[in-house]
C-alpha cells in the first residue's frame, strides 16, 4: 500500500528489520504488538495524513 502511494513510493516501505528481535529474545505476541504501537504506528501517522486510515491499518495489522 505504501508503495502505491503517490507521495511516498517504494523507498518508504517498512522493512523487515522492525521485525527482528535483539539477541536473545524471542518475540511473542507482546512483542509484536510493541513494535506496531512504538515503530509501526508513528511511521503510519507520518505518512499519511488522515487518523482514521492510520487506525484501520494498525487494526489490521493486530487482527488475529
Known amino acids: 500500500m505504501i508503495e502505491k502511494e ?8 517498512i522493512g523487515h ?3 527482528c528481535p535483539l ?3 524471542t518475540p511473542d505476541e507482546a512483542w ?3 513494535i506496531i504501537a512504538g515503530e ?3 511511521l503510519l501517522e ?3 495524513d488522515s487518523r482514521e486510515r492510520v487506525e484501520k491499518l ?4 493486530l487482527a488475529e
Do not use: C, K, M, T
Open 46 to 48: 507520518e505518512y499519511f
Open 32 to 34: 509484536y504488538r510493541e
Open 40 to 42: 509501526i504506528q508513528p
Open 6 to 13: 503517490r507521495d511516498l513510493g517504494p523507498g518508504f516501505r
Open 23 to 25: 539477541e536473545g529474545h
Open 58 to 61: 494498525v487494526a489490521e495489522l
Open 17 to 19: 528489520s522492525f521485525f
